[in-house]
């Protein structure tokens, strides 16, 4: 009996003595960042003018802050991660009017800070007639992802000239994916609906697509199909920066492929029934390409 409690005892010394070890963690020195400095400079045509600007609606902002590894930039309810602190965002209402952002500096251990400022931006572009007659014939109209026309989604290098130049899905490539029942419909009123289809599934990005805040999903690759997700309303706007035709999404508003990024697409082609549209992904990684035509 003896040499049972003996053995209890040193089994009671060597629990507690790794228990103490255990919590001896060293996690260094968490500082929060401090002294956020926000900087917007307006942009037209690639190069820098005066505030509020000379219509283009661009404005590139530079956030920097002591103890800082990265920031989150929050406009008009969308976030994104830049880990330079370096972020250009179009904005498309007509006229001057005033937009509050937020900078999210994050430091060591999660640590954050965070300041809001204000700024006034001019945005003049009017969009041709034929534009808005090809988008939504000037009331409302329903597109899809051309499925049997070869290239109809791809990728190329950012800011890329040439449809899908580094890769072209051939005719049905993507059949089960989730992509090709989805309809994107946008009405002359401004209002944008991504109907998923009655699959109730989306096909994007690893990583990216849970921004969507979906559930499910199967892994190909770098990409996730048949992700679970309803569908939805938001706004779109029409840009042209750089002389460049833009659609630009609200929100985390996609079409085709979830990539993240600034949710804007800019028209490389279009005719009467056909545009042939691509956007940066989150990663800053590739352009995605997507060929579209009317219901």
Known sequence: MKNIKNTLGLFLFLA???????DDHTIG???APSNIEITATYMDDGTESAGPGLGSGVVEFTASATNATAYHFVIQGVQSLQKDGV?????TLLGTNTYAVTVIAYGTGGSSSSKTFEVDVLALYEPPADLLEMLHANSSRTWKIASE????????PVNGTSNAEWYGAGPGD??????YDDRYTFNADGTFTH???PDGFVFGREVLIDELGGSGGIANGADIEQYGFSS??????LTAPGGKETINLSGLAFVG????????YQILSRSANEMIIHTTDGNSEFDWWFTLIPE
């Open 16 to 22: 507690l003595l790794m228990s103490c070890q255990e």
């Open 29 to 31: 020195e968490i500082n």
């Open 87 to 91: 972020l250009s965002h179009n904005f």
């Open 149 to 156: 026309v070869d290239k109809h989604f791809g990728l190329g």
């Open 174 to 179: 993507k059949a089960g994916t989730g992509m």
């Open 195 to 197: 109907d998923v289809g």
């Open 232 to 237: 939805y309303d938001a706004n779109f706007s």
């Open 257 to 264: 492929y979830y990539a993240g990024g600034n949710h804007k």
